[in-house]
């Protein structure tokens, strides 16, 4: 399967606890998203790379999110001091930088729970 | 103001049948694409059909078309021959490409799809 990956697809933690997630892009791939999407919402942005660079983040990106893409290949999420309003399906997305419509494949998702 | 409107939260249609999900964006940006996707119950979302906002001609993929009235500002997702397969969560979203981002995409609410026998 030459899709996007992300790991793991559920994560159940404690308040206060440091979770990450990875994401593996389309290997061609150049840019690479992430979003958050609560129940009965539509996904939302949080931040995005271009190869190695992170070019753009969210608002709702606070001070306890992290993200990075070394290398320019696999990314990871990371929440530190989990809250449980953190509790969302973590989606990852990538696209190439060439095509016209800029149409970006998501991954299957992270949930996460935090109890 | 939300960027992105489905109105419809839910929708039921019989199989083989056609439907309609509604979507109206809002933006300033000459220069936007929309986009519709399908999310399953598995969670993720797949990529059914793109309308640039040049394109002079509606886009069609398969059973998927996309109704573009621009002075409207409607998008609206056609789904001819209905399948038991089609139930599912559909998002309208929108890229603005003068805006500074580009590179993300706006989501509506999504509209649930229940097909029946």
């Known amino acids: 399967d030459t899709g996007v990956s992300q790991d793991p697809r559920h994560k159940i933690t404690k308040r206060g606890q440091n979770v990450t997630f990875r994401c593996d892009p389309i290997?061609?791939?150049?840019?690479l998203y992430w979003y958050r999407q609560t129940l009965g919402q539509g996904p939302e942005f949080l931040t995005y790379?271009?190869?190695?660079?992170?070019?753009?983040k969210s608002r709702l990106l606070s001070d306890r999110f992290s993200a990075e893409r070394p290398k320019g290949s696999f990314s990871t999420l990371e929440i530190q001091r989990t809250e449980q309003g953190d509790s969302a399906m973590y989606l990852c997305?990538?696209?190439?930088?060439?095509?016209?419509?800029?149409?970006?494949?998501f991954g299957p998702g992270t949930r996460l729970t935090v109890t | 103001a939300q960027k992105i409107t489905q109105t419809q939260p839910g929708m039921f249609v019989q199989e083989k049948e056609a439907v309609t999900l509604d979507c109206t964006y809002d933006?300033?940006?000459?220069?936007?694409?929309l986009f519709w996707y399908k999310q399953p119950s598995s969670g993720e979302m797949i990529f059914l059909i793109y309308?640039?906002?040049?394109?002079?001609q509606n886009a069609t993929e398969g059973r998927y078309s996309l109704n573009f009235q621009k002075a409207r500002k409607s998008a609206n997702l056609v789904i001819s021959a209905s399948q038991l397969g089609d139930s599912a969560m559909y998002f309208c979203?929108?890229?603005?490409?003068?805006?500074?981002?580009?590179?993300?995409?706006?989501f509506g609410t999504g509209t649930r799809l229940q097909v029946t026998l």
């Open positions: 997305a990538s696209s190439l930088l060439s095509e016209i419509s800029y149409e970006q494949y």
């Open positions: 290997s061609e791939h150049n840019r």
């Open positions: 790379f271009q190869n190695e660079a992170q070019l753009e």
């Open positions: 933006t300033s940006d000459p220069s936007y694409g």
């Open positions: 309308q640039g906002s040049y394109d002079q």
């Open positions: 979203a929108m890229r603005e490409v003068n805006t500074g981002t580009a590179s993300k995409l706006t």
